[in-house]
């Protein structure tokens, strides 16, 4: 993808919801700039899919802002996508759930979340559309409070190791911008972060190491990328503790 092409999708993507300021706007550049340079490990095929994710995102997004009330919400994604890239930890498939990981439970632009899911389970298949899901939180307060052990319990190892690790990903990142929250949920963010982090740290470790007994783990991949994970996290959340 040459320079002006990706001016190009980053235009189109603040067109969905327009920064207010310049250095939002360069932010911006520079995370689709990041993430589609990363994306030239892929085939021609898996580039033009994290492109249409990013495009997806930035759709379902639309007219969303942080809490901060000018940052446009799709750059957290993004942030989410280029986080798992700096660690080292970017896979095709981990890329397309970070920079699509919110828009189900957002339920964006009048669209409910099946429709998003047969959405997105057409343009990037079963795996994608499921492990999004899998970090999705329900809307029914009964069924939110089991998220975590939905989270932990997914029977598919290697879906349950992936969404684990894309979830610490999009936490790390929210828990650098805690302040921006009200003090009461940032209290109870904090709360549920130091409670539930750690279990699933133990999980995707445990589910790791089954995945290399049973020979489907990468000779490359880090079995202990938990403890990493949980350092980042403790790192984003030091300032506010």
Same mark, same amino acid.
């Given at each position: ?165 894309? %979830?610490?990903?999009? &936490?790390? $990142?929210?828990? +650098? =911008?805690?302040?921006? @929250? /009200? %003090?009461?949920?940032? &209290?109870? $963010?904090?709360? +549920? =972060?130091?409670?539930? @982090? /750690? ?9 790791? =190491? ?32």
């Amino acid at each position: 993808m040459e320079k002006q092409d990706i001016a190009l999708l980053v235009n189109e993507v603040n067109s969905f919801t327009p920064c207010s300021i310049n250095r939002d706007y360069e932010k911006l550049s520079d995370l689709i700039t990041r993430i589609i340079n990363f994306s030239l490990h892929f085939t021609k095929v898996q580039q033009k899919k994290i492109i249409a994710a990013i495009r997806m995102s930035a759709e379902l997004h639309r007219g969303q802002y942080r809490l901060d009330k000018t940052t446009p919400y799709i750059i957290h994604p993004l942030e989410t996508a280029v986080f798992g890239i700096e660690i080292g930890r970017a896979t095709y498939r981990k890329l397309i759930v970070a920079a699509l990981h919110d828009v189900v439970e957002d339920e964006n632009n009048g669209r409910n979340r099946t429709i998003i899911r047969k959405q997105i389970r057409k343009a990037f298949g079963y795996a994608c559309s499921e492990e999004v899901a899998i970090i999705t939180k329900h809307r029914h307060p009964a069924r939110e409070a089991r998220f975590y052990i939905n989270l932990r319990e997914t029977k598919n190892l290697i879906h349950r190791a992936e969404a684990i690790e894309v %979830k610490f990903w999009d &936490r790390i $990142k929210n828990a +650098e =911008t805690f302040d921006v @929250f /009200p %003090k009461e949920k940032r &209290r109870l $963010k904090i709360e +549920e =972060t130091m409670r539930e @982090f /750690p279990i699933l740290a133990s999980e995707l470790t445990k589910t790791l =190491t089954i995945l290399e007994k049973k020979g489907k783990l990468s000779k490359k991949a880090d079995k202990f990328v938990a403890v990493k994970l949980l350092d980042y996290l403790s790192k984003a959340m030091a300032p506010h503790l």
